[in-house]
Structures are given as C-alpha cells and as structure tokens.
C-alpha cells in the first residue's frame, strides 16, 4: 500500500505541475505529452479511448487526439483510483453515475483490500513455515520432539537428517509436509508408528514367517506409515529395510521390542517386494 501511495502522491505532483501549462494551451496537448505527464502509456490511453472510458475532446485537422485540461482531470483521477487497486469498470462508475458515492466505494475497496492483506499475511506466515521446515525438519521445540516421540529420540536428528539428506527430493517432500502439521497431528503418526512396532514385534515372537500373508500385511501397513514422511515405493522400502538391519541405531531399537525384529522385518520386506516382482537383491533407492 505504501508503495502505491506513493505513486498517487508522485501522479498528483507531476500532474499538478503540469496542468497550468495545460490549462493555459487552448489547443490541448497531444497524446504522448498527456502519457507522459501522467505517468502512463500511450497505450492505456488509446485503450481508455476506445472503451470510451477517457476520450480527448478535442482533434487536430489531421485526426489526431489533443487532450484539454478537463480531460487531463479525468485521467488524473482514473490513474490515481486505478493505483489504489479499484477497476476500470468500478472508476467508469464512479465518474459517470448520478449520484454515484464516490467515498463510499473506496471504503468498499478498503475493505477489500484489508481482505487481500489478511490473505496474504496467512500465505506470508505459510512461507516461513515451509522455509523453516526445509531448515530444521520438524517445526516443533526440543521439549515437544521429546514428549512427542519419546525418551530415546535426540533433537539433534533433524539437523542431522537435513545435513545428510538436505538435497535429496525426499527431505524436501518431508519438509513440505511437516511445515502443515502440527504436535497433535505428530503424536497421531507416533502412535501409529508406536502400534506398528508392537504388532511387528508380536508377530516376529509368534513365528509369523516372512513372506506369508500376516507379514505382508505388517509390511504394507510400514510402507504406508513411512509414506506419511514422504512417497515410499517397494525398492524404496527394501533400501530401507537393509538400512534398518545394518545401522546400529535402528537394528537397537527394534531388537529392544524383539530379539532379532530387525532382520525379521528386513526379510519380510524383501519376501513382499518379491512377490510384487522386484528383485531385492538389486532394488535401488527411486
């Protein structure tokens, strides 16, 4: 607002400036002298002209349009409305129509205008979340990832995560999508990846045998979960599988839920990748 107030102001000095000499040449002014003067194209006047919304009075014996000074003033006050974001057909209004209230309307554009800037200021606030994810990960406080998701978790993971896989288009789909969630939308996913452990755990301690129709069941239910951070496809998920059985983090935490779990669930992952045709043997990262 501030910018296109100035620009009234800047339309209003030059204006102002020349309309004496305007005033004072009986003749008129030509089409680029008033295009000049106010800041404008000669376009938008020949356009203004044709909708019939500013039209010069006067033309010279060849034809060509001259402007008098009470034409000059209709042009000043349809660029100075036009800057304060109001439309031709709502200025052709205001000038033409009987009666027509003039504050009323740019009250109406007020309005409206503090409408587009509430907008704005909610996408303004979207951004710098969506900046802030793609730089630290989670949005939420040492304090609240420690509620959240548990004892064991270190805040420090995400900065970890993002310095390790900060260019890859998995952490940006991460990231995009943990700047819309919120703590209580975050302890839903971990209790839900909380629920899966404990499923996969009783199932490897039951003799559930990788490969067979309760496993894969335990392994879509994975792969939607881990889809929650980002799409996961079934190569995807055998890479991960091995991940989980090889680095020492994640082969501790599931055999603290069940001697072995990790091993179980990365068979189990490569049984159903196989089934649905992928050779685990040579799956890559998508």
């Not at 939308?185 to 499923?199: N, V």
Request: proline share 4%; aromatic share 6%.
């Amino acid at each position: 607002m501030s910018h296109g107030m100035n620009n009234t102001r800047d339309i209003d000095t030059r204006t102002e400036n020349n309309n004496t000499d305007i005033r004072n040449n009986k003749n008129g002014v030509t089409v680029g002298r008033a295009a000049s003067d106010l800041g404008i194209t000669v376009r938008t006047l020949h356009h203004w002209d044709e909708t019939g919304l500013a039209s010069p009075t006067l033309r010279t014996d060849a034809g060509y349009r001259l402007y008098t000074a009470d034409d000059i003033a209709r042009l000043q006050r349809i660029v100075v409305y036009r800057e304060v974001g109001l439309g031709l057909d709502r200025i052709r209004e205001i000038l033409d129509e009987p009666g027509r209230d003039t504050s009323a309307a740019l009250r109406e554009q007020r309005e409206e205008l503090s409408r587009s800037l509430a907008r704005l200021e909610v996408l303004r606030s979207g951004l710098d979340r969506m900046i802030e994810a793609h730089e630290r990960g989670v949005l939420l406080t040492a304090d609240e990832q420690l509620s959240i998701f548990g004892p064991d978790w270190n805040p420090d993971w995400p900065a970890l995560a993002r310095r390790r896989y900060g260019d890859t288009p998995q952490w940006k789909q991460y990231a995009e999508r943990a700047a819309t969630r919120s703590p209580d939308q975050w302890r839903a996913i971990t209790a839900t990846m909380t629920a899966l452990d404990a499923d996969l755990a009783a199932a490897a301690a039951a003799g559930i045998e990788p490969g067979s129709p309760e496993a894969d069941a335990l392994v879509e239910r994975h792969r939607a979960l881990v889809s929650e951070y980002f799409p996961v496809s079934r190569s995807m998920q055998v890479c991960l599988g091995r991940m989980y059985e090889a680095d020492a983090a994640f082969a501790a935490h599931y055999d603290r839920l069940h001697p072995g779990l990790a091993s179980w669930l990365r068979r189990g992952i490569d049984e159903s990748a196989r089934a649905h045709g992928i050779d685990p043997d040579t799956a890559v990262w998508e």
